[in-house]
């Protein structure tokens, strides 16, 4: 193996910006113009390789790749055995079994002996085995969710994030068979390396938010209550008399509730900032 680390990344779809946009804001600099396969970055001896999202599982069992970013549903359906580093929380989705909405079917046991069409034929096969229930799989590569009215199946397993395709088919969920997000994965053997702990930073900071502000001394009580962060606050006296600048980390989904309530409290000019990269 050469010194030079391999990271595949979707090369189309719906996980590749993404993909592109984290390894950016981990600091890897390289080009995406060329459309290459393989891509040097400029700044480090990683190589990212632009491939199918479904191979790559696979590509990085075979240690082609040491690290790989893709859909957990497509790590199961490819049935190697790698490691899932870190979930990366981009491209939620759930593999979901539905049926025609006339359909009188209300439960996954009901699913006994139908046809049942899907892009994902492994990850099904082995659910409904799992289960006792017996199905045929059709596999096929798109439009899963078309299948029931062409009358090639009775029931479908599909991926769906908000749900709203499946409506528009005329399709009722009737289980979720997998929940996925994308994950950074590796071999199970791999050693730690430095792609890892950017990678992770990256992924904390995105939840994260800087909060910055001016506040008088009898109100600094009170701002330490709403934002205790990760450990208290930074308290700085300012050169003018009995203010102070303080600083702390919030979760971004906290941001609605915690602003208000620092201006209630006496707080001003505060800014919010986002964060590149944290290491708790
Ligand atoms: P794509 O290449 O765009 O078809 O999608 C590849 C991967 O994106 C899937 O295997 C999932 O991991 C993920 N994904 C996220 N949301 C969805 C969705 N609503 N439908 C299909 N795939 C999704």
């Known amino acids: 193996m050469t010194d030079t680390t391999r990271i595949a990344i979707p090369n189309k779809g719906r996980l590749s910006d993404p993909s592109v946009d984290l390894l950016r804001?981990?600091?890897?600099v390289f080009e995406t113009s060329s459309r290459a396969l393989s891509v040097p970055a400029r700044n480090m001896p990683v190589e990212v390789l632009f491939v199918?999202?479904?191979?790559?599982?696979?590509?990085?069992?075979d240690n082609v790749a040491q690290f790989g970013i893709t859909?957990?549903?497509?790590?199961?359906?490819?049935?190697?055995?790698?490691?899932v580093v870190m979930e990366l929380g981009f491209g939620r989705c759930r593999l979901t079994a539905a049926v025609d909405e006339s359909s009188?079917?209300?439960s996954i046991e009901e699913f006994e002996g139908l046809r049942v069409a899907t892009s994902h034929p492994v990850t099904v096969c082995d659910f409904f085995t799992d289960k006792g229930i017996d199905v045929t799989t059709v596999a096929l590569k798109g439009s899963v969710e078309v299948a029931p009215k062409l009358d090639i199946a009775d029931a479908i397993v599909d991926l769906v994030s908000s749900g709203s395709t499946m409506m528009i088919n005329g399709l009722r969920p009737v289980a979720t068979v997998l929940e996925s997000?994308?994950?950074l994965i590796s071999r199970p053997d791999a050693d730690p390396s430095p792609i890892t702990t950017m990678v992770r930073a990256v992924v904390a900071a995105k939840r994260k938010r800087y909060?910055?502000?001016?506040?008088p001394a009898d109100a600094i009580g009170a701002i330490e209550q709403i934002i205790p962060g990760a450990e208290a606050p930074t308290i700085v006296p300012l050169t003018h008399d009995g203010m102070y600048s303080v600083a702390s980390v919030v979760d971004a989904d906290e941001m609605w509730k915690v602003l208000p309530?620092?201006?209630?409290?006496?707080?001003s000019a505060i800014l919010v900032l986002p964060i590149q990269?944290?290491?708790p």
């Open 25 to 28: 804001k981990a600091g890897l």
């Open 52 to 61: 199918r999202a479904d191979d790559i599982p696979e590509l990085v069992h």
């Open 71 to 83: 859909g957990l549903d497509l790590v199961t359906e490819a049935g190697v055995e790698t490691r």
């Open 104 to 106: 009188p079917i209300t």
């Open 181 to 183: 997000q994308a994950a």
């Open 211 to 215: 909060v910055l502000m001016n506040a």
């Open 261 to 267: 309530e620092l201006e209630e409290a006496g707080a």
């Open 277 to 279: 990269q944290m290491i």
